[in-house]
């Protein structure tokens, strides 16, 4: 055989041997990245499911007075809607929205169209205010008046 010939083939063998390495190495590189992704994947489902147990858990369930079945305000998450209120909340909310800027109970029942000179017809809009608060769909400033969140 050709000693050039044979040589050209070992030169060339060698340099395949080495690509095989490089490429064995970016295999197993590939291969480990990927198992990094598939256990991540799991972890973030696990955390997923636990979060919206937690939800489930920490929402507020109807709540029972007097042996009748009270509808308790939903806390206000980002995805959530005004649609989930109450007709009643959905209406004092639009009030308070409308408002040039914070109001008072009694400003709110005037847009309400609420006798507010009694004071028996006014407090009753003052708690559904108030419950709006907590949940964060309003807030209350320090003076007592109503505003929106931002």
């Known amino acids: 055989m050709d000693p050039e010939l044979l040589e050209r083939i070992t030169a060339r063998r060698a340099e395949l041997d080495e690509l095989e390495e490089q490429l064995a190495k ?3 590189e590939v291969r480990a990245e990927r198992d990094e992704l598939a256990v991540a ?16 858990s920490a929402a507020p369930a109807p709540g029972q007075v007097g042996g009748r079945a009270v509808m308790l305000i ?8 005004e649609t989930m209120l109450p007709p ?18 009694r400003q709110v029942g005037d847009a309400l169209g609420i006798d507010v000179s009694v004071r028996s017809k006014l407090e009753p809009l003052r708690g559904k205010l108030v419950r709006l608060v907590d949940p964060g769909w309003l807030r209350k400033l320090p ?3 109503f505003t929106t969140r931002l």
């Open 143 to 145: 003076d007592g008046r």
């Open 88 to 105: 009643d909340y959905q209406r004092i909310l639009a009030a308070v929205r409308q408002a040039a800027g914070p109001v008072m109970a």
């Open 26 to 28: 970016q295999l197993a």
């Open 74 to 81: 939903p806390h206000r998450a980002p995805d959530m809607e």
């Open 41 to 56: 994947e799991r972890v973030l489902e696990r955390i997923s499911e636990q979060l919206a147990d937690e939800r489930v």
